[in-house]
């Protein structure tokens, strides 16, 4: 496996659920050396569920780690390197059910993971992630009766899904970005969306308002294998 290989895994059964939000509630958040990415003047921040099966730490799989749920709350940024714009992910927060992947991703990446039962419902038309909060079982479900295919490259559904770049703002002020590698997924718009989370007490008062609005949108996503490289500090 090439050395620039930090993690490989599929990502599978993606629920991604999109809010509007005001710039300014991302600011504190935005990693330095990029700047917001926006939809049509829109800024966006998004609740996903998603399974992680098949992990592959450095090439090697690590018993009882291999497959779990993940829910994730994210925004969207930008890096111009060269002439090239580097679209990527910010994680405002991730949730996972075991504290080894939180005590790896925190320690290398800085990432803000922590770690809560979790439980998950798959079926070809349906996903749904719970996770427990002090305020007792948050709920994720999204579910379709549309048609899946890869949407077009200017589509709302690419913008959410295809940004191949993540960035992790570091403890001394600096920025971590790294590549992630996939193919483009096959995707359908989400139907019925419900999503039944203790926002105050998760992510904050600042994203309450927020995340009690109507999405502007839902997407379901089969997902496929990833490769996730090495960081590099800006």
């Given at each position: 496996?090439?050395?620039?290989?930090?993690?490989?895994?599929?990502?599978?059964?993606?629920?991604?659920?999109n809010?509007?939000?005001?710039?300014?509630?991302?600011?504190?958040?935005?990693?330095?050396g990029?700047?917001?990415?926006?939809?049509e003047?829109?800024c966006?921040v998004?609740?996903?569920?998603?399974?992680?099966?098949?992990?592959?730490?450095?090439g090697?799989?690590?018993?009882?780690h291999?497959?779990?749920?993940?829910?994730?709350?994210?925004?969207?940024?930008?890096?111009?390197?060269?002439?090239?714009?580097?679209?990527?992910?910010?994680?405002?927060?991730?949730?996972?059910?075991l504290?080894?992947?939180?005590?790896?991703a925190?320690?290398?990446?800085?990432?803000?993971?922590?770690?809560?039962p979790?439980?998950?419902?798959i079926?070809?038309?349906?996903?749904?992630y719970e996770?427990r909060?002090?305020?007792?079982?948050?709920?994720?479900r999204?579910?379709?009766?549309?048609?899946?295919?890869?949407?077009?490259?200017d589509?709302?559904?690419s913008f959410?899904?295809?940004h191949?770049?993540?960035?992790?703002?570091?403890?001394?002020?600096?920025?971590?970005?790294?590549?992630?590698?996939?193919?483009r997924?096959?995707?359908?718009?989400?139907?019925?969306?419900e999503?039944?989370?203790?926002v105050?007490?998760?992510?904050?008062?600042?994203?309450?308002?927020v995340?009690s609005?109507e999405p502007v949108s839902?997407?379901?996503?089969?997902?496929?294998?990833?490769?996730?490289r090495?960081?590099?500090?800006?």
């Open positions: 496996m090439p050395e620039s290989v930090f993690l490989t895994a599929d990502w599978l059964n993606l629920a991604l659920v809010y509007k939000v005001e710039p300014d509630v991302l600011a504190p958040y935005v990693p330095a990029t700047e917001i990415d926006l939809w003047g829109r966006y998004s609740v996903v569920g998603l399974q992680f099966l098949k992990t592959k730490l450095l090697v799989p690590i018993p009882f291999r497959d779990f749920p993940e829910v994730n709350l994210r925004f969207y940024v930008r890096r111009e390197v060269e002439g090239e714009v580097r679209r990527g992910v910010v994680f405002i927060k991730e949730i996972v059910p504290h080894a992947v939180t005590w790896v925190r320690g290398i990446y800085n990432e803000n993971y922590v770690t809560l979790m439980r998950e419902e079926t070809a038309d349906s996903f749904q996770w909060s002090k305020e007792g079982w948050n709920r994720l999204t579910e379709t009766r549309g048609e899946w295919s890869v949407p077009d490259l589509s709302e559904a959410v899904a295809e191949y770049w993540g960035y992790a703002a570091q403890r001394d002020g600096s920025t971590l970005e790294y590549e992630v590698e996939h193919p997924w096959r995707m359908a718009n989400a139907d019925d969306v999503y039944d989370c203790d105050a007490g998760l992510y904050g008062d600042e994203f309450v308002e995340l609005r839902a997407f379901m996503a089969e997902g496929s294998e990833v490769v996730v090495r960081g590099v500090r800006l």
